[in-house]
C-alpha cells in the first residue's frame, strides 16, 4: 500500500515534552502547560540502551496520572530497547498512548500496535533520521500517529 492511499485527517496538536520542565516542579509544570493550552503532554522515555540517556519510566507516569487526574493525554514516546515487553505496563501507569520506534520492533510491529489498541490506548510511531521512512507504510492505517524524528533520540542538548 502507498502511502497516497491510507485515509488521512490531520490535526494540529500542541505536545509539549516534558523534558523541558523543572523536574523538581514536574506536576506543577505539567498542570500549568495544559491549563496554557497544551493538548497533551509528551513522556520521554529513554533506557540508556536503545538511546545513550536515561529519563522518565513508569514511576513518573503513574504519578503524572495521580497527579493531573485521568483527563490529560500522555503521549509516552518509548525510545526503550523491547517495547513490547512495557505495553501492559505503561496502559496500567496510565499512558494514552505509546509511541514506538520501528527500530525496536523488527517482525512484531502489527502485533504490538494491536496489542496497544486492545488495551484501549492510541498507537504512534517512530523513526530515527536515518530509518527509512518506507518502513513505516505498512502500518499506516493501523496507526494514530507518525513522528518523525529529526534528531537522533536520547541526545539532550543542554
Known amino acids: 500500500m502507498l502511502w497516497t492511499e491510507i485515509p488521512m485527517s490531520l490535526t494540529t496538536i500542541i505536545c509539549p515534552s516534558l523534558l523541558a520542565c523543572d523536574f523538581a ?3 506543577e509544570e505539567s498542570k500549568d502547560l495544559l491549563d496554557g ?3 497533551w503532554l509528551h513522556v520521554d522515555v529513554m533506557d540508556l540502551h536503545f538511546v545513550p540517556n536515561l529519563s522518565f519510566g513508569v514511576p513518573t507516569v503513574t504519578s503524572l ?4 487526574g485521568p483527563e ?3 503521549d509516552c514516546h518509548l525510545m526503550i530497547e523491547n517495547p513490547d515487553k512495557w505495553v501492559e505496563v505503561f496502559h496500567k501507569a496510565g499512558a494514552s498512548q505509546l509511541t514506538l520506534h520501528i527500530e525496536t520492533l523488527g517482525d512484531k510491529a502489527g502485533e504490538v500496535i494491536d496489542h496497544v489498541k ?4 492510541k498507537c504512534g510511531l517512530t523513526l530515527k533520521p536515518k530509518t527509512d521512512v518506507s518502513v513505516l507504510f505498512p502500518f499506516l492505517d ?5 513522528l518523525v524524528m529529526t534528531v537522533e533520540p536520547g541526545l539532550l542538548y543542554c
Not at 142 to 146: I, Q
Open 118 to 121: 486492545s488495551l484501549g490506548m
Open 65 to 68: 496520572r495521580k497527579y493531573l
Open 25 to 27: 516542579r514536574l506536576g
Open 142 to 146: 493501523k496507526v494514530d500517529l507518525v
Open 72 to 74: 490529560p493525554f500522555l
Open 37 to 39: 493550552g497544551a493538548d
